[in-house]
């Protein structure tokens, strides 16, 4: 197998190594991204006879889809934003194609392309990391156990003994995260509400412990409540520093983080891309991660949860990533290896939740030895 990989900052790095490493059918890696010394300086770092590199802009659709007919399958780890122009790249080479996502309003734009990605008789996999990703296939998973599913509770969890960064991955994405309505569905509804509200106390595996959690946009909400039959609520809550938030409230006074361009001298660019320019993403060695997945349903007449723990999961030091870009490239490696082994029989725009086997996904995790661990609560017996 062939594999393209589109954008190599923390987390295209990690896909890389770990397709080079635990890819048992992987051929040949093409890395593709607008640095190339960048490029250079992973190939040298990696020194792989099947790792090979190519300066390419993914907003070049042209010169991106020739790149594309060199490989089988692609993933695509640059910004969310750009993720349009892979799939019309894709269309045009007929590639099959894995992103990591798009903060839901970008995935349900991508959703509008499904009858486009159809006619090219391809699949683009949407969502392949940790989360999306691994939590759509917990979801998966978990919803095959259930007569009935009824509510759906995703949840990440960290925490660090020194003094966190708030951008642990794109600036832009979090930024994005923290002033962008965040997206419910409640009661067979969906409710938009604003970022970073619905607090609530979560627990999770030691030793991250009990951390309070807030609602933010993800690109779950723009699939899962369809594609689990029944399905009443989905929310999805993440772990933030209470310190970070007068500071993003300040930011946004002042406009810091508006997306509309101002004009500085002879130049136009957004405050918020300005900041992000200014601010290089990273973790701590120290902090630690997990995703929770749960489910609320019935099976065989009794009031039931399941619930998923992947990690907890640390700094990864022999490919010096920290938890959330190893998560999510590693995420991303499973998916694209499956999509390019024939793992997805939909053509279309599909996402993780509806791969073939999602217990493939959980056997790629454990070969890595990321542990998932299973807890299965039976409430009672309903009353006829």
């Not at 940790?130 to 759906?152: F, R």
């Not at 983080?257 to 002879?266: A, C, G, L």
């Not at 007449?301 to 490239?329: D, F, K, N, Q, S």
Request: hydrophobic share 40%; proline share 5%.
């Amino acid at each position: 197998m062939k594999v393209m990989v589109i954008g190599v900052g923390n987390v295209g790095r990690v896909i890389i190594k770990d397709l080079l490493s635990y890819g048992d059918k992987i051929d040949n890696v093409l890395a593709v991204d607008y640095r190339y010394d960048v490029l250079d300086k992973l190939a040298k770092e990696i020194n792989d006879s099947r790792l090979d590199i190519a300066r390419g802009d993914i907003r070049d659709i042209d010169t991106m889809s020739e790149l594309m007919k060199r490989v089988d399958v692609v993933v695509n780890s640059s910004w969310y934003e750009y993720n349009l122009y892979a799939i019309k790249a894709a269309i045009k080479a007929k590639r099959d194609l894995a992103d990591l996502g798009g903060l839901y309003w970008m995935t349900r734009k991508e959703l509008e392309m499904d009858e486009e990605v159809r006619g090219a008789g391809i699949t683009v996999l949407i969502g392949v990391g940790d989360d999306p990703g691994t939590s759509n296939v917990l979801i998966a998973y978990g919803a095959s156990k259930l007569d009935e599913v009824d509510e759906i509770h995703i949840r990440w969890g960290s925490h660090s003994e020194t003094e966190a960064t708030p951008f642990g991955f794109s600036v832009l994405t979090v930024l994005d995260e923290a002033t962008m309505p965040a997206v419910l569905y409640l009661n067979g509804k969906l409710v938009e509400a604003p970022p970073l509200s619905y607090p609530e106390i979560t627990y999770f595996p030691d030793p991250i412990s009990y951390k309070k959690t807030y609602a933010i946009i993800h690109s779950e909400l723009a699939t899962i409540p369809y594609t689990i039959k029944g399905v009443k609520t989905v929310t999805y809550k993440d772990t933030w520093d209470d310190d970070f938030l007068p500071i993003i409230n300040f930011m946004k006074k002042i406009g810091l983080t508006s997306r509309e361009p101002v004009k500085i001298n002879d130049f136009e660019i957004s405050p918020q891309k300005f900041l992000a320019s200014l601010t290089k993403p990273g973790e701590p060695k120290d902090i630690i991660g997990c995703l929770k997945v749960e489910l609320k349903g019935y099976k065989d007449g009794v009031e039931t949860i399941i619930r998923y723990y992947l990690g907890p999961v640390g700094y990864h030091e022999e490919w010096g990533a920290g938890v959330t870009a190893y998560t999510t490239g590693v995420g991303a490696s499973i998916g694209v290896q499956i999509l390019g082994s024939g793992g997805v029989s939909s053509k279309g725009v599909v996402p993780p939740e509806l791969i073939d086997e999602p217990s493939l996904w959980l056997k790629n995790l454990a070969k890595r030895g990321i542990p998932v661990k299973e807890e299965v609560v039976k409430i009672g017996e309903v009353m006829m």
